[in-house]
């Protein structure tokens, strides 16, 4: 069987990354894997016996939509073409294996029905290029099986087979044990009852800016409360500046994105994820793997694993009411997040994949289901 995969993701061209790491095992399965990359500057292509990786670089999407179209049409004897997502790179995915001949696999990695993903231009012509998409895949893996519901809910036909395999978490991270305190994250850390934590991509959709405003709003009131923000992204400036503005750096610490996350998730209290969307929601699945309670907007998985009051709190997306009466809560009775730390979450229908191994091997049971 032969693979063509349709991706953004360019870390796979650093040979030590995981994303490199999981394109290696997936190619063990099958007998060749071409993974053709939307590039953001030009690249070298990669040849390896098992897989190639090619890239391909444009100055706009529109002209690497055409030149990743004319690309992938002169690869010869591919059984099946995956695209990443329903909108751009699905759409190369489908008109690729049109021209191939070749099967056409779909990955829904997020809430793509989500009032807060179709808003404005850009997202109504997401949702538009996802609706022609999903009722013509062959093939639809996707990462929750809210993701489908919620597509149901909004009339869209779901003709394939659908194959809902959650995003593979290490369990474990002993790297993360033997790194060094981080600059004056240890100093920070013992300023505060509460030390909370979030994990992210600095984008809009993440509702990080958001949260700093209500954080904001709560120290008025509570003085005992920390926030790290670990992540890196085009908001993060903004998100500086917002925080000298409102005086509020003995409460608020950036760390650039890091590949030792465990180590954060350790040594704070609990999380705070503020996105207005999420198709999975890895991070919460990481903060509960090492015992860090999870405070969470109802996206993703977060209402599969987080039992409210007991690992961590649920909020309604905009609840911005509900949010701060959580807050001024942990700051008046820390010792109620301190008694959840180490409550691993342990839904295996949504984390059940411990073995890396069984993992690759179901992507690639997935892929053989169509040829």
Known sequence: MKILLIGSDENVFDSLSPVRHRLEKYA???????SMIAS?????????????????????????????????????????????????LG??????????????????HTEVSNKAYTKGLRGFVQWQIAKFLIPRADGIRTVSRKII?????????????????????????????????????????????VNM??????????????????FADVLTKKTNLGIVVVGSGTEKNKLEKFVKEKNMSDHV????????????????????LNSAFEGYGMTIIEAGLFGCPVLSTKVGVATEVIK?????????VGDTKKVKEILMNIAD?????????????????????ADENDYVSKIAEDWKTLV
């Open 197 to 214: 934590l979030i994990m992210s991509r600095l984008e809009v959709e993440k509702g990080v800016m958001e949260g700093l405003e209500i």
């Open 91 to 108: 759409l190369i995915g489908y008109f690729v294996a049109k021209h191939l001949g070749a099967k056409f696999h779909l990955q829904i």
């Open 333 to 353: 009775n820390p010792e109620t997040v301190k008694l959840m730390k180490g409550k691993v979450i342990s839904n295996t229908n949504v984390i059940n994949y």
């Open 308 to 316: 409210d009051g007991e690992n961590g709190y649920l909020y309604d």
């Open 28 to 34: 063990s399965q099958v007998e060749h894997i071409t």
């Open 253 to 272: 610490m950036f760390y650039d994105w890091t590949t030792t996350p465990s180590y954060f998730y350790r040594k704070s209290d609990i999380l705070w």
């Open 40 to 88: 953001k500057k030009p690249r070298e292509e990669v040849v390896e016996e098992k897989y190639n990786i090619v890239p391909v670089y444009g100055k706009n999407r529109v002209i690497t939509f055409f030149r990743m179209l004319s690309r992938a049409k002169k690869i010869k004897d591919i059984d099946m073409v995956s695209g990443r997502d329903t909108g751009f």
């Open 149 to 193: 519901t919620d597509l149901e809910k909004k009339g869209v036909k779901i003709k394939a087979k659908v194959n809902v395999l959650p995003i593979y978490v290490r369990p474990t991270d002993d790297e993360g044990e033997r790194i060094e305190d981080p600059v004056g994250f240890y100093e920070f850390r013992k300023r505060h009852d």
